[in-house]
């Protein structure tokens, strides 16, 4: 295994996590929400007193990189399967969210600080089905 010098991000990462990590502590401490991304999305579709807030929330998630885009250049994705095979991935992902009650925002970064056992748990599965998915794809495909 090695480090792929080029394309290592180390203080991006970490300010995108800092970011993350800020949001995620204002909303609980304004709000007294969770931050779970997959929550907030489908609230979108309830109209109700917080649906505001949601529909904020998600827009600053989309153009958070449209404006970093706008101030440094960044590479456009290109993924290495065909559109079939990212919609099924997207189905996948929002099916996964909902079997386990919660995405990676909610587990793994608030259930986690929370020391939620269940989200502890969840972080697990998420983190070993994406490591046995990798070497899947990487190895045996």
């Known amino acids: 295994m090695s480090i792929d010098w080029q394309n290592f991000t180390p203080w991006a990462s970490l300010a995108g996590g800092l970011l993350i ?23 979108l579709f309830v109209r109700d007193r917080e649906w505001t807030a949601r529909l904020a929330l998600i827009a600053g998630l989309v153009l958070a990189p449209v404006l970093l885009g706008l101030v440094h250049p960044l590479a456009a994705p290109v993924p290495d399967v065909g559109w079939p ?6 189905l996948l992902v929002g099916f996964g ?10 587990h ?3 259930g986690l ?9 969840a972080t697990a599965l998420f983190m ?5 998915t990798v070497f899947v794809v990487r190895h045996l495909v």
Do not use: D
Request: proline letters at 2%; glycine letters at 22%; a positive charge.
């Open 21 to 43: 990590g800020t949001s995620a502590g204002l909303l609980a401490w304004r709000a007294g929400r969770i931050l779970g991304v997959s929550g907030l999305v489908e609230g």
């Open 85 to 90: 095979a990212v919609v099924i991935g997207g």
């Open 97 to 106: 969210t909902r079997l386990g009650s919660g995405c990676t925002s909610g």
């Open 108 to 110: 793994g970064v608030c």
């Open 113 to 121: 600080s929370r020391l939620s056992p269940r989200s502890l748990v």
């Open 128 to 132: 070993a089905s994406a490591i046995a």
